[in-house]
């Protein structure tokens, strides 16, 4: 079984409720479910639980202070913008992944231009993957400087008002 990081954005101060209570609701699903990182205003977990179910159980039984759960689905040696450029296509062309929404947060990549964004989303109309009403994904250097690429599989809804 595939195990996987997951990034959670947390109301700040609130880290330390969201972790037991994703802990929590995971464990019986995944005993191996495991607290990677805490910091402010987000926690890493390790999980085997994959994308969908774990978007189906936050759904099911949302977590107080939760803002957002973004699922890693590809680690990336930033080093070269090129091959980090071509794995990401790749990911989504050879999965056959459909993207409705990309967002991009590279610029303190070096040798980031606009230019790639708009060469990987024209690889993917190419490809016929862009479809609206589907996945939405975040493309983001992390601490370390590998580049990140994520599915967004929950985000907590706005309070009507």
Known sequence: MDCHEVIVSVESGHENRVARDLLDLLFPYDTSVNLKEKKAGKI??????????LANLLKKYPVRHLLK??????????????????????????????????????????????E???????????????????GTYTIEVDEHGDVLLTEVVYTRESPKT
Not at 83 to 112: C, D
């Open 116 to 134: 790639f964004y708009t060469q990987i989303m024209e690889r993917l109309r190419k490809a016929g993957l862009l479809n609206t009403n589907k």
């Open 44 to 53: 890493i977990l390790n999980t085997c639980i994959d994308a969908e179910a």
């Open 69 to 114: 759960v973004k699922f890693v689905v590809r680690r990336i040696p930033g080093s070269d913008i090129n091959k980090v450029v071509e794995e990401i296509v790749s990911f989504f062309t050879q999965n056959r992944v459909p993207v409705g929404k990309i967002s991009v947060r590279l610029g303190k990549l070096e040798g980031w231009k606009q």
